[in-house]
């Protein structure tokens, strides 16, 4: 004699074979949720944390803070920043791992005079809300894709 189990039992067993679907064609194609969270320089940060940051000299006054905005294109950035300083140039990504990007900065010019190009590592984390460069922090200020 057949067994008749109850309507929401057979659904309740169709839910969990199309969950477990979407599951495995998530790990055979890792991209998938890779692609989610691309994260890219294109866009701009501003400076939220630095070695010194809250720090006082001898006398016991703070010591003076900086700021540092940067802005990146597809190939090329500006940074601003106080004490009054500008740094432009272009820049290239030259390898990609995780969250972690090889960037090599050039044609660099700081303050109007041509100035040493140079190859960094930099993070960017939080699906590229934050970047971390040269032992200071970012935040990304605007909506460009991350």
Known sequence: MLRREPVWLGMLVFALLLACSAQLADAADPSASADA?????????????????????????????ISKEYTFTEATYRMEGYPPLTVTGR???????????????TDTVFDGQPAEDQTLWVTLSDCGATLVMEGMTYARVDAAAK
Do not use: I
């Open 37 to 65: 969270c691309a994260p890219t320089l294109v866009g701009q940060f501003s400076l939220t944390d630095y070695p010194g940051k809250g720090a006082v000299d001898p006398d016991g006054a703070p010591a003076m803070p």
């Open 91 to 105: 820049y290239a990504v030259l390898q990609a791992q995780e969250q972690r990007l090889e960037v090599a900065f």
